[in-house]
T-cell receptor, first 115, second 115 residues
Framework: DTAVSQTPKYLVTQMGNDKSIKCEQN?????MYWYKQDSKKFLKIMFS???????INETVPNRFSPKSPDKAHLNLHINSLELGDSAVYFC???????FGLGEQYFGPGTRLTVT | AQTVTQSQPEMSVQEAETVTLSCTYD???????LFWYKQPPSRQMILVIR??????QNATENRFSVNFQKAAKSFSLKISDSQLGDAAMYFC????????????FGQGTRLTINP
């Protein structure tokens, strides 16, 4: 059973398009995250939701909008895609301390290529 | 804001030898968590080892161990008996004990295992 899954794993699209990435976790965690890994492999937090409530919103363009329909799902919608949006996007989840040290479990990543 | 620094962009080691990856961090907090994640070419982020700052004892997971020096704000990873499957990018990460649970990552170290 996949703990954190993302769809799609690869996404190639043209500038100006709108696209979505979906994430689902079956670990029973209550916190989910979106990270962006750039071409130099640097990972940085974008958003975090706890029980469907947005708790972290880093300096991200308004074209990026996360949505959490329930605790197990966190989607990322991107409007008007730009070349600079090309990256790997990771979804992650974590639980309360009862789940361990609150370590985060990552999905397989979505490689987004904007042409 | 917390920062994490990995000063070794690349490292290489002979198979079966031992290698140490360096990580330093900056924080004003006294309680926090530290992690090492591994990212093989498959790009999956895999948790290798974790450390609670309030524990003086260094964490160990099979061939992986850390040298946690809280006063020096240093958290190095030692890999013993290196195996070809250890080849990957390794990321050091910091997580605050309370509040927003985002991971702050270092720049990563690419580890090559020479047969």
């Amino acid at each position: 059973d996949t703990a954190v899954s993302q769809t799609p794993k690869y996404l190639v699209t043209q500038m100006g398009n709108d696209k979505s990435i979906k994430c689902e976790q079956n670990l029973g965690h209550d916190t989910m995250y979106w990270y962006k890994q750039d071409s130099k492999k640097f990972l940085k937090i974008m958003f975090s939701y706890n029980n469907k409530e947005l708790i972290i919103n880093e300096t991200v363009p308004n074209r990026f909008s996360p949505k959490s329909p329930d605790k197990a799902h966190l989607n990322l919608h991107i409007n008007s895609l730009e070349l600079g949006d090309s990256a790997v996007y990771f979804c992650a989840s974590s639980g309360q301390k009862s789940f361990g040290l609150g370590e985060q479990y990552f999905g397989p990543g979505t490689r987004l290529t904007v042409t | 804001a917390q920062t994490v620094t990995q000063s070794q962009p690349e490292m290489s080691v002979q198979e079966a030898e031992t290698v140490t990856l360096s990580c330093t961090y900056d924080t004003s907090e006294s309680d926090y968590y530290l992690f090492w994640y591994k990212q093989p070419p498959s790009r999956q982020m895999i948790l290798v080892i974790r450390q609670e700052a309030y524990k003086q004892q260094n964490a160990t997971e099979n061939r992986f161990s850390v040298n946690f020096q809280k006063a020096a704000k240093s958290f190095s990873l030692k890999i013993s008996d290196s195996q070809l499957g250890d080849a990957a990018m390794y990321f050091c990460a910091y997580r605050t004990f309370q509040g927003a649970q985002k991971l702050v990552f270092g720049q990563g170290t690419r580890l090559t295992i020479n047969p």
